[in-house]
Nanobody, 124 residues
């Protein structure tokens, strides 16, 4: 069982930056691949980025490439999402998720555990 708690969301102007954090409970964090998803009002969950167990492999949605960076610190049981050059269309609730398969993926149903989400609002 893994519990995930996100933080770092907020209100930022277009072009600004935010760094999201997701802290996991438990001693087996390094056995989980991790992902970030987001959900804008009235829309489905959208894949943003994911990272392998050791952090050596990362994947990004086209909308995130070149602007967002995912990373993890297994010693701190934490995964991060650095978001730069934010746009109003990035406004959403951002969720981190963990998959016990250990394989990072883009589909939300591959993930077993989810955080409660953190709101990111980008003003124009």
């Amino acid at each position: 069982q893994v519990q995930l708690v996100e933080s770092g969301g907020g209100l930022v102007q277009a072009g600004g930056s935010l760094k999201l954090s997701c802290v996991a409970s438990g001693r087996t964090f390094s056995s989980y691949a991790m992902g970030w998803f987001r959900q804008a009002p009235g829309k489905e969950h959208e894949f943003v980025s994911c990272i392998s167990r050791g952090g050596g492999n990362t994947y990004y949605a086209d909308s995130a490439k070149g602007r967002f960076t995912i990373s993890r610190d297994n010693a701190k049981n934490t995964v991060y999402l650095q978001m730069n050059s934010l746009k109003p269309e990035d406004t959403a609730v951002y969720f981190c998720a963990a998959t016990s398969t250990g394989v990072p993926g883009v589909g939300r149903f591959a993930y077993d555990y989810w955080g409660q989400g953190t709101q990111v609002t980008v003003s124009s």
